[in-house]
């Protein structure tokens, strides 16, 4: 951890030199902090051990640290890269290169990644993935892991795939090799990354019963295989370029992995029936040094004496119990309070139905034609209405609620979810294509859907049932409102991420500096 560089008097001595242990402090201002930590495999803890302030060290030297850390020399020794920085150099690597070449001679392009944030900025829905323009002008970010975790993800291997198999545009012509090497790498850090022993697919642990390390054999031979158009226009392994420590560090936490893995858990007398491979990530540091840059409020990069307090302050644990009230909640009674002004709001946003409009001539061209929703809509609402009654389903107690939101047929119920995205499509004309402003926009949007589906029958197993309660306790408005609301949410949260986003035009000078001042210790 970068420190920084300040001498400091505290009344008996002067903190702010190398010290490595040894009972001589040198005459050379220290700039880190080598912190070392051990992490259980088979239990929930961890404990920094040692720490020692330094200046710079070779590798020699810190193998001879760690070496005095370890109580039996006789146990193997395992080596990992934290995987979350290989997974930013491979995405540095693939961004900056642009093509790279499997061994089968196919193309994997960046290309791709950009056209569908193109594509998906322009119809203003995103296929179910995390793209947007900080994944694109990562230069910024660099340090940021999710934004290499959501770019090499399935959920954008399955909107390339969508776009090319089911929409058919011809900007993802032959993105093929691009989704599966998504998809491989994607696969590869779930098994370097698992954290919960009851995770599906690939991000469950390495057990005997379903061995996901086969994924990591496959993604080392992708790797090895990789090649890049170097000078004089030769391909090239990027293994054998000065691009190669991704390549590297992959393979080698691979083979550690695979090694652990055979020593705990496929050994005869295993001591593990499974092995998380979260403990063995760089994440319980990078936490514990958040939390002494936490101990200094404002300043987040302490001098010596500073992360000494902060260091032992850490070690000792404050419990604090949760405060409980005088009674409990029994029903779901509120307060009366102030209703919005609904109907003015619906009128200023124009969420009124377009059928329900009187047009002049004039005025018809003027509006977006939101009855006709494009095919890469239709399919981006779909995804959204998977979630909501995901949602749902955890927040609704009526059982037969709760199943008329699944349904065998096609076309479900809530995919009238349409209507509320002609409301957006409208509110965004109103606003020249800007978020909307002012308290009120869910409000009224969801009071509108509600007298739209008065008339619809949207749930008809449930026809009998809304009658078994009071008229404004009536399950199917509720459900109608709650599906509308989680939507407008949705929505507009979008909506001003993408206004932010072109605001700032991907430009964001604060986070790239914060890690400089870092770096260097001011």
Not at 297 to 311: I, K
Not at 403 to 409: F, G, H, M, V
Request: with cysteine; aromatic share 6%.
């Amino acid at each position: 951890m970068y420190i920084q560089k300040q001498t400091e008097f505290d009344g008996n001595q002067i903190h702010g030199y190398v010290d490595i242990g040894a009972g001589e402090i040198e005459n050379v201002v220290a700039t880190q902090a080598l912190v070392i930590m051990v992490v259980a495999i088979n239990q929930s803890w961890k404990l920094p051990i040692a720490y020692f302030l330094i200046n710079s060290m070779n590798g020699k030297e810190r193998a001879s640290l760690i070496q005095e850390s370890l109580s039996d020399h006789t146990q193997k020794i395992h080596v990992l890269l934290d995987p979350c920085h290989m997974l930013k150099l491979l995405r540095n690597v693939f961004a900056t290169v642009q093509v790279i070449v499997r061994e089968d001679g196919q193309l994997i392009r960046w290309q791709y990644i950009e056209e569908l944030h193109k594509l998906q900025e322009r119809e203003g829905l995103r296929l179910g993935n995390k793209l947007k323009m900080a994944h694109i002008q990562w230069q910024h970010q660099k340090m940021k892991v999710h934004l290499a975790a959501q770019i090499f993800s399935s959920s954008v291997a399955a909107a390339l795939e969508c776009c090319e198999q089911q929409l058919r545009c011809p900007q993802f012509s032959g993105c093929a090799a691009t989704v599966d090497f998504l998809r491989t790498v994607d696969a590869a850090f779930d098994v370097l990354n698992a954290a919960i022993h009851l995770e599906k697919d690939t991000k469950h642990p390495s057990h005997q019963k379903l061995n996901p390390l086969v994924t990591l054999k496959e993604t080392e031979s992708l790797l090895r295989g990789l090649k890049i158009i170097g000078k004089d226009n030769r391909v090239v392994h990027v293994h054998s370029t000065q691009k190669r420590t991704p390549i590297f560090g992959f393979i080698a936490c691979f083979k550690s992995v695979i090694g652990i893995y055979k020593d705990l858990v496929e050994h005869p007398a295993a001591l593990r029936r499974y092995l998380l491979t979260y403990k063995l990530s760089q994440d319980h540091l990078e936490l514990f040094f958040s939390a002494i840059r936490a101990r200094g409020g404002h300043n987040n990069t302490p001098n010596v004496r500073q992360f000494r307090g902060a260091y032992k302050r850490l070690l000792v644990r404050h419990q604090v119990k949760k405060g409980t009230g005088n009674c409990l909640l029994r029903d779901n009674t509120a307060i009366l309070d102030s209703t919005p002004a609904t109907v003015n709001i619906a009128r200023r946003l124009d969420v009124v139905p377009v059928e329900a409009l009187v047009l002049d001539d004039d005025s018809i061209s003027d509006l977006p034609d939101v009855n006709n929703l494009s095919e890469y809509k239709e399919a981006a609402i779909s995804y959204i209405t998977g979630f909501i009654v995901k949602k749902l389903k955890q927040k609704i107690t009526c059982m037969p609620c709760s199943q008329a939101l699944t349904s065998d047929e096609s076309v479900h119920p809530l995919l009238a979810l349409k209507d509320r995205e002609r409301c957006f499509q409208r509110i965004l004309k109103a606003n020249e294509g800007k978020a909307p402003r002012g308290r009120g926009t869910t409000a009224a949007i969801v009071a509108q859907v509600v007298t739209d589906c008065s008339e619809k029958n949207l749930f008809p197993q449930l026809h009998n049932h809304m009658f078994d309660m009071c008229a404004e306790s009536n399950h199917v408005h509720v459900l109608v409102k709650m599906a509308s609301a989680w939507y407008c949410k949705i929505r507009l949260n979008h909506i001003a991420r993408q206004e932010t986003d072109r605001i700032k035009e991907g430009k964001t000078v604060r986070k790239k500096l914060t890690k400089l001042i870092h770096f260097y210790g001011d």
